[in-house]
């Protein structure tokens, strides 16, 4: 359970030493309780006093990793109901199902799309992370020749799907080692299934058939010394999943329930046969709060939206994102290229440099540091105005690779003009169009 300021205050040595960098214990325990520091930047703290605040600031919810290497998917860690109350830490992993009842072509095909199916944005590669094996023959030497197969052609994060504990031991035969996530264990076959979960260190989803069983199953596994453990509430509406999410999620958050303290896994794929309106269903669930959507197939108009979606709900809302500052070089520019400027608000910054790219002149971008404004925004708050572009520009180096001395800016701080004319003497500051779209436009008038 979260400790607030004061209760971690009275666990901190109290001799104000400054080490930690903030002048006394009492601000070291606020930044902590805050989320703001690390507790290893105090050197004094007693092994007493370490070990019940390292427990008191384990998430609410628990951290399972499923696969391993570069690959591996951490889903929980949340500490909030609502993302603007701090951020959400795990994007839930996106999975395709392969049934051992498909031939080798559709298989082969749906590994191709898992490869393929990414997608650039703002700097990010947007991408699934997981593949679900489903039995469905019941044939133990297919299901691991299945799992064989994909081990051996993605180093994806992988879900053994089925409810009978030797065709999941099959399956472990072919790929313990990536340390997939066994699903699923219910009453029937708890033991049998946290054995093996045991055994191979690999994490284990319970499937109730109503969440209480589900909670029932997963203190359980606790008292049989698992922790890696995920949550299927065993709802196939959409409203019962939907609610569950949510109660999973409070329960575990506002309750301080234990037994409820682990990321869920949902499956659209067996909530419709439609395949746009699974993609709806998966989108609610990346919303609140799954930890893994398990899709029936691929199609990139359904993927790249629900990546899309998943990027921004999973982005931090008080830290935009940024471009690092700097000259940025599009095409190929030379001494008279036109020299234009905006801010290291990622989503600008990529507008921008993408208007200029498709109007194929080579130019050089200049990219300020704003905190990861907008150029409005920015400009409003006093950080993209005169007397702080010209010592950007002045200290960015351009001055040495172009003969001429034009600088463009973009049309929403035209009021700037005057006073940047002023700051930066010998330059000609030209203002630019308000909206990216006009950028080609404007670029053909160029002249040095
Ligand atoms: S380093 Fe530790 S003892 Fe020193 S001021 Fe910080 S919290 Fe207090």
Known sequence: ????????????????????????????????????????????????????LQEASAPPIRVVTIGVGDKALKVGGETVLFRHEKRFENPPGVAILIKDTMDDAEVDARLKRFKELQYERVGLVLSPDLIALKDESGDASKYEALAGKVAKGSDAGIILMSENPD??????????DKKPLLYAA???????????????????????????????????????????????????????????????????????????GFPTITIPAEMTDNPMKEAVIASMFIAKYAGIVVLSDFQGESLFPLLVERMNVYTDPQRPLATTEGIYEIGTPGEDSP????????????LVSGEIESSRIPSWLLVM????????????????????????????????????????????????????????PGWEVLVGPREGSQITAFLKTWSP
């Open 167 to 176: 065709i999941l031991a099959a399956g472990l035969k072919a790929c313990a």
């Open 339 to 350: 020299v234009l400027i905006t801010t290291n608000f990622s989503l600008t910054y990529f």
């Open 369 to 424: 540091d704003t905190e990861g404004l907008s150029v409005m925004t920015a400009w409003a708050a006093g950080k993209f105005v005169a007397d702080a572009i010209a010592p950007f520009v002045k200290k960015s180096g351009i001055e040495d690779k172009v003969k001429h001395r034009k600088l463009i800016i973009p049309g929403y701080a035209a009021a700037e003009s005057g006073g940047l004319e002023e700051e930066l």
């Open 1 to 52: 359970m979260a400790l607030t300021g004061i209760e971690i205050f009275k666990l901190l040595p109290k001799t104000n030493c400054k080490e930690c960098g903030v002048p006394t214990c009492l601000a070291f325990a606020m930044n902590l309780a805050a989320g703001k520091a690390e507790l290893s930047a105090c050197p004094y703290v007693s092994e007493e006093a370490k070990e019940k």
């Open 186 to 260: 219910t009453k029937d076959n708890l033991d049998k299934v946290a054995a093996l979960a045991k055994e191979n260190s690999c994490p284990v989803s319970v499937k109730g058939s109503n969440l209480d069983e589900a909670a029932e199953m997963t203190e359980k596994l606790i008292e049989a010394g698992l922790q890696d453990i995920v949550i299927d509430s065993g709802a196939r509406t959409v409203k019962q999943a939907f609610q569950d999410q949510i109660i999973i999620r409070g329960a575990a958050l506002v309750k301080k329930y234990k037994p409820l």
